[in-house]
């Protein structure tokens, strides 16, 4: 059973860091690429960063380039999002998911089929 | 970046409507639309990927269609399990954008 447990969120002051985990389990971890959503309250889905099966490739949203890092240890089947410079805007439900890429008809498709539980960020004085 | 618009925001039909969701992508984005249901206080799941193609377990009374820039999400016979919040998202390039959401509530 494929299985996506999250970790590492809480109250953070503005400009302060945080560091979310995602424990992966019942799959080839390393033979997918895993995203990162977040919602804040009451709000949409909105993308924020990918990384690559073997982590050769990194993608981010304007929004968090150069204050997030997402990273992954396909030792420990873990993702990671490390978030600096937290701002008010930040705070949010922040989930990460599974994307199988699958191939169709010579074309390569992102869907995200797995998702943890979601954990909240709150960044507030 | 590509932007998703979906209508309406919200709707209210009763047991057994046929209920349609639109998104417009403000792109051409080929087939490269997933539609995700989100229940309160749950993450979303996976309903259709790519544009028509359900995920094991979808039922069948819902459907996906369309290509370019304009897709649908159909639902045959609405049930009460099929409310919730419904979001569609391309996945033609990053950052991989969802619309505003749609709100089906059950009369």
Redesign the interface.
Known sequence: EVQLVESGGGLVQPGGSLRLSCAASGFTFSNYWM?W?RQAPGK????VS?IKGDASST?Y??SVKGRFTISRDNAKNTLYLQMNSLRAEDTAVY?CARDPDQY?GG?W?????Y????NLVTVSS | DIQMTQSPSSLSASVGDRVTITCRASQRITSHLNWYQQKPGKAPELLISPTSTLQSGVPSRLSGSGSGTDFTLTISSLQPEDSATYYCQQSYSTPYTFGQGTKLEIK
């Open positions: 995203h959503v949409g889905l909105v993308w990918r993608t949203a304007d989930y169709s074309i498709y992102s869907q995200f089929d998702w943890g539980q979601g």
